[in-house]
C-alpha cells in the first residue's frame, strides 16, 4: 500500500491539520515507511487464527447503571475558551 | 400496496429505508456515570468523560448493553455474543471526541423483521439490517447568539441504539407504520420512551427512486426527522423532488438533507465529499464486548407479551377485528385499559366505545390516555348501564360527554338528570297513543303502503321521551299497533 500527493492532503484535510505545500512531499515519504514498517505484519500467517484483542484474558469491564457523576459544569467549563453562561461558545455553525 | 408516483414520463416508485436511532432508558450516560435525564441546565450532566478531557476512558453501561440484546429479541433478530465498538471520526462543535463511538463491521444485533399493518388492512413484513449502539453528541444551540453557536453536551454520551431498517418501504405511508411499530415495540420492551418530541426517538430517511423493477437510484438521506406526520411529509417532498430532477435529465446527488417543518421541503446540508469518509477504526480503549448466550436465553425468557401476540390474543379471546385489535395494543397503556374495560363486559361493546367516543374526545381536547378525566373503572359502569338496559346507547353519549367534561360519575349524572330509561309499558303505550291521536293522515298513508314513515312514528315518541324511552319496547309496541 502506497499513498500519493492527492492522498496525503485529503487525510491531512480530513484530520484538519494544515499541511504546506512544501513539506507535502516529505510527508508523503515519512507516511509510507510508516506504511511499510507496518505492512511486515501481513508477512505472518494468520489463516485461522482469530484475532487477539487483548492478551490480559479479561473481558471488556462494566459499569452498574447507575448516576455517579454530575454537577460539574463549572470544572467542565473551565477550559472553555470561550463560556458564555452555563454553554461553551464557538464561532457560528451552520449547516 | 405500493404507491407509484406519476410523472411527467411515466411511473416511479419510491424506495425507503430508515435508521431510528433510539435513547436507551437508562439513568447513566453508555459509558459515563453521568445522568441522562431530559431537560436540565446546560452542561450540568457532563462527567469529565463526556466533555472528553484527555486520559478519559469510557467504561460500558451494563443496562444498556441488556437493553441492547432484549431490543434485538424483541425484533426477532439476530443476536451478535461478540460485537465490536469502533471510532467514526469527524468534527463538529457538539462532539467534543472528534469522534463518536459507534459499532461498525460487528453490531451487537443482527437481521430481524418487524411486520407492519398497513391502512388497507394488509400486513407487510420490513427487514431490519441491524441494530447498532452508539454515542449520541451534545446540542448545538444557533439562536442564542448572531454569531456564536452554543453548545449543551448533556445529551453528549447519552446511549443510543440506531436500529437500521432494510430498504423495504415503497411509501410514506409503509415508512410511517414502521416508525409508529417500532416506536409501540420498544414502548413494550421498556427500552426507549419514544417521546419524539423530546428527541428520544429520531429517524434519518433514506429515499431514491426508480423505475418499477429497476435498478436501485441514487439514494438522498434526510437527518432527524423527529415526527411521525414530518418522515411522512419530507418522504413525499424528497420523492417528488427527485422525480422532477430525474425527468427534467438531472442527476440525484447523493447528499445529506435537512427536513424543514415549516416550509413542508428538504434542502441540502452538506455535500457528501467530507460526510461519508469516516475512518472507521476499533476504539482501542474499548476491548471487544462479549455476552454468554444464557445471558440472552435469561432475557428471552423474560420478555413481555408484546403488540403481535397481543393482538392476536385480542382476536381470539374478545372477537375484536384485526384492525381495531392493532389500534388498541398500539400502545401498551391503552391495551391495559381496555383489558380492565371490557373485563366481565360485552368485549366489543368496549372496544366501540374506547376506540370511538373516548378516543375522539382525547383527540378533540388534544389529551392522551393517560391525562383521561374518565378511568377505566368509571367507564366501564357506563358501559354496564347500556347494557342492563339502564340508559340507552343514545343517552349514554351525552353522558359520556358529561363524564368527559366533568370527571363526575356516571350513576350520579343521570340520576341527577333523570336519564333513566323508560321500560315500562304503560308509560310508553300512552306516547305511542299520543303520536298515533296527533297523525292520522300519517297513519293513512302508512297504511296505504309508505312503510317509511314508521321510523318517522318512531323518531316522534323518542322526542316525546326526550330520548328516554327503551327503542325497542317502542319498536314491538308501535309494531303491534300499526301492523298487528
Known amino acids: ?95 | 400496496m405500493s404507491d407509484l408516483i406519476t410523472g411527467e414520463t411515466g411511473d416511479w416508485e419510491v424506495v425507503i429505508g430508515l435508521e431510528i436511532h433510539a435513547q436507551v432508558t437508562t439513568k447513566a450516560k453508555l459509558f459515563s456515570g453521568a445522568p441522562t435525564e431530559f431537560g436540565a441546565e446546560p452542561n450540568t450532566q457532563v462527567s469529565l468523560v463526556d466533555a472528553a478531557l484527555p486520559g478519559m476512558l469510557p467504561v460500558i453501561n451494563k443496562e444498556v448493553v441488556r437493553q441492547a440484546v432484549r431490543t434485538g429479541l424483541g425484533l426477532g433478530a439476530k443476536i451478535n455474543l461478540v460485537s465490536v465498538f469502533d471510532r467514526k471520526n469527524y468534527f463538529y462543535p457538539d462532539l467534543p471526541q472528534g469522534y463518536q463511538i459507534s459499532q461498525y463491521q460487528q453490531p451487537i444485533v443482527g437481521e430481524g423483521e418487524v411486520e407492519v399493518e398497513l391502512e388497507d388492512g394488509s400486513e407487510k413484513s420490513i427487514g431490519i439490517e441491524r441494530l447498532h449502539l452508539e454515542q449520541d453528541a451534545g446540542k448545538s444551540v444557533h439562536d442564542l447568539h448572531p454569531a456564536k453557536t452554543y453548545i449543551d453536551l448533556n445529551r453528549s454520551g447519552v446511549a443510543l441504539m440506531e436500529i437500521v431498517s432494510k430498504p423495504d418501504m415503497r411509501s410514506a405511508a409503509e415508512a410511517g407504520a414502521y416508525v409508529r411499530k417500532m416506536r409501540s415495540i420498544l414502548r413494550y420492551l421498556g427500552t426507549c420512551d419514544g417521546n419524539m418530541q423530546e428527541g428520544s426517538l429520531r429517524c434519518d430517511c433514506n429515499v431514491s427512486v426508480r423505475r418499477p423493477g429497476e435498478e436501485l437510484g441514487t439514494r438522498c438521506e434526510i437527518k432527524n426527522v423527529n415526527s411521525i406526520r414530518f418522515v411522512q411529509q419530507a418522504i413525499d417532498y424528497e420523492a417528488r423532488r427527485q422525480v422532477e430532477i430525474v425527468e427534467e435529465g438531472g442527476e440525484i446527488a447523493q447528499e445529506t438533507r435537512l427536513f424543514d417543518p415549516n416550509r413542508g421541503e428538504t434542502r441540502s446540508m452538506r455535500s457528501k465529499e467530507d460526510a461519508h469518509d469516516y475512518r472507521y477504526f476499533p476504539d482501542p480503549d474499548l476491548l471487544p464486548l462479549e455476552i454468554e448466550q444464557s445471558f440472552v436465553d435469561a432475557l428471552a425468557a423474560d420478555l413481555p407479551e408484546l403488540p403481535d401476540a397481543k393482538k392476536m390474543r385480542f382476536v381470539e379471546q374478545y372477537g375484536l377485528a384485526p384492525h381495531d385489535a392493532d389500534q388498541i395494543v398500539e400502545d401498551r397503556e391503552t391495551a391495559e385499559f381496555y383489558e380492565s374495560l371490557a373485563e366481565g363486559r360485552d368485549a366489543k361493546l368496549a372496544a366501540n366505545w374506547l376506540l370511538g367516543e373516548l378516543f375522539a374526545a382525547l383527540n378533540k381536547s388534544d389529551n392522551t390516555l393517560a391525562d383521561s378525566p374518565i378511568s377505566a373503572d368509571g367507564f366501564g359502569r357506563l358501559l354496564d348501564m347500556i347494557s342492563d338496559g339502564t340508559i340507552s346507547g343514545r343517552i349514554a353519549k351525552d353522558v359520556f360527554v358529561e363524564m368527559f367534561e366533568s370527571g363526575r360519575d356516571a350513576e350520579a349524572i343521570v340520576e341527577e338528570k333523570g336519564l333513566r330509561q323508560v321500560s315500562d309499558t304503560g308509560a310508553i303505550e300512552a306516547l305511542v297513543d299520543g303520536v298515533l291521536a296527533e297523525n292520522p293522515d300519517k297513519i293513512a298513508e302508512y297504511k296505504g303502503g309508505k312503510d317509511k314513515l314508521f321510523g318517522f312514528f318512531i323518531g316522534q315518541v323518542m322526542k316525546k321521551s326526550q330520548g328516554k324511552a327503551n327503542p325497542a319496547l317502542v319498536n314491538e309496541l308501535m309494531r303491534t299497533r300499526l301492523d298487528g
Request: hydrophobic share 40%; charged share 25%; proline share 6%.
Open chain 1, 1 to 95: 500500500m502506497s499513498l500519493d500527493k492527492a492522498t496525503v492532503q485529503n487525510i491531512a484535510h480530513l484530520a484538519r491539520i494544515r499541511v504546506e505545500d512544501e513539506r507535502l512531499d516529505a510527508m508523503v515519504g515519512e507516511l509510507n515507511a510508516i506504511l511499510g514498517w507496518v505492512e511486515q505484519l501481513s508477512e505472518v500467517d494468520t489463516d485461522g487464527v482469530p484475532p487477539l484483542a487483548s492478551v490480559t484474558g479479561h473481558g471488556l469491564p462494566m459499569r452498574a447503571d447507575e448516576v455517579t457523576e454530575g454537577d460539574l459544569s463549572e470544572k467542565v467549563l473551565a477550559n472553555a475558551p470561550d463560556p458564555a453562561g452555563q454553554f461553551y461558545s464557538v464561532p457560528k455553525v451552520i449547516d
